[in-house]
């Protein structure tokens, strides 16, 4: 019993470590103390190697794997030379290796959330009242701070996605700024979306000006245009369809002809975990439907009953996508 606690206590530092390391705050000083920890024991360096084991492993799953995870049969994952620990995981195995998954993700993508004036969660939405009279309409796992001042109006979207409708001050300039650059408001409304440094903005009425992190800026993006960019790439403006981009504020995706990876990773942000397409020969198949933000499980049943995949829910947090 006291080796089975030493084990799982060990388990669950090598997730912290995973989790840690995969972060956009890890610092020297993170990576100095993981080296502490990995020397410290023989058994802290075989639980590090098995935890790496499994996202590598989840990788190259193949349908006869998934297969032995409905059966709850043993799945062998191979770590990397010169340390081979046994690396084997049952179903209960699996959904541990969810949880540190979240972890992962959790502290990867939430940095901006310690910092932030308002949040929303997986799937929820908020309306936002500034003191100008200015409203934010929040989208699912957002996370904006708030600087007001008698000279400017500057918001800062750490992640996520949110409508904008501004409230006219010729005096103070009303500014977003995202990891990737910064987009000033010279009419009402507009759209910005976030992943990481991937920033889409869409006008919906009167004009906005672009300046992305490398210094390109696109002096005026009208309305029904829209422009996606990242620190150090600009795209070309295009014309959208403003009526498909309010969806997501009446709850709802749109999706005509997308492929199924880019609908999976749309259905992830309004999950508490994550979907998983295992095999690369699906992740093309177009996908066309409309479905509800508010639950993604009814999503996932309409793609499954559409297109030949099969879906393998391992937790409610952890669901795979393979070809049937």
């Known amino acids: 019993m006291i080796e089975s606690k030493q084990q799982d206590k060990t388990a669950t530092q090598a997730a912290y470590w995973q989790a840690q390391l995969s972060s956009d705050l890890v610092t020297e000083q993170h990576r100095r103390e993981f080296e502490l920890w990995l020397e410290e024991r023989p058994e802290n360096n075989i639980a590090w190697q098995e ?54 993700s959790f502290i990867y993508g939430q940095a901006g959330f310690y910092f932030a004036d308002y949040t929303t969660a997986p799937g929820q939405q908020r309306n936002i009242i500034l003191a100008d009279g200015s409203e934010i309409i929040m989208n699912t796992d957002t996370a904006i701070s708030v600087d007001y001042s008698a000279q400017h109006r500057q918001i800062t979207l750490h992640n996520g996605e949110a409508y904008f409708v501004v409230s006219p001050d010729a005096k103070r300039p009303f500014e977003v700024q995202t990891q990737s650059g910064q987009i000033r408001a010279l009419g009402t409304e ?50 959208v369809n403003l009526q498909r981009g309010k969806a997501w504020r009446n709850q709802r995706m749109i999706f005509q002809d997308r492929p199924l990876a880019e609908v999976i990773e749309e ?13 690369n020969a699906i992740k093309t198949l177009p996908v066309t439907g409309v479905f509800a933000t508010d639950d993604t499980n009814i999503a996932l049943k309409t793609i499954e009953q559409s297109l030949p995949i099969t879906i393998t829910k391992i937790t409610e947090k952890l669901v795979l996508l393979s070809a049937k």
Do not use: C
Request: no cysteine; net charge positive; hydrophobic share 40%.
């Open 267 to 279: 259905l992830n942000r309004y999950r508490s975990g994550r979907i998983i397409v295992i095999n």
């Open 51 to 104: 935890v790496n084991a499994f996202w590598a492993g989840l990788d190259s799953l193949t349908e006869a794997d998934i297969a032995d995870v409905k059966s709850s049969r043993v799945i062998d994952f191979k770590t990397p030379d010169p340390i081979k620990p046994s690396s084997r995981f049952t179903l209960p195995a699996l959904g541990i290796a969810a949880s540190l998954l979240l972890m992962a």
């Open 190 to 239: 507009f759209n910005i979306k976030t992943r990481q440094k991937d920033v889409t903005v869409t006008v919906y009425q009167h004009a906005v000006r672009v300046t992305a992190e490398n210094g390109k800026v696109i002096e005026r993006l009208s309305e029904g245009q829209q422009v996606a960019f990242s620190d150090d790439t600009l795209n070309p403006v295009t014309s």
